[in-house]
C-alpha cells in the first residue's frame, strides 16, 4: 500500500529568483521529525508507487509525475518544472 505524505517546503536552486528550479521538497513526519529529500527522489518514489505527495494551501492537491522535468499539481493544474 502506497503511503501519502505532504509537502510543506521546497528548496529551489537560488532562492531569490521565483523562475528557478526546485531542489528538495520536504515536510513533517506523522512523529514530528522533519524529511527532506531531491526532486529526483522524490520522483522516482511516485513512480515505483512508494509514496503519493500531496500540497495544501487552500484546497489539497495531489502531486504526480507528469514527465522528468515536471511534477504536476491535478486540482491546480500547475505545473512546477524541475
Known amino acids: ?36 529529500q531531491s526532486v529526483d527522489h522524490t520522483i522516482k518514489e511516485i513512480e515505483n508507487g512508494v509514496w503519493e505527495f500531496y500540497v495544501e494551501e487552500k484546497r489539497t492537491a495531489d502531486v504526480g509525475r507528469a514527465s522528468r522535468q515536471a511534477i504536476l499539481l491535478s486540482e491546480s493544474r500547475t505545473t512546477f518544472h524541475f
Open 1 to 36: 500500500m502506497t503511503s501519502r505524505i505532504r509537502i510543506q517546503c521546497i528548496n529551489k536552486t537560488d532562492r531569490q529568483n521565483p523562475h528557478e528550479r526546485i531542489k528538495n521538497v520536504g515536510g513533517v513526519n506523522p512523529d514530528g521529525s522533519r524529511w527532506k
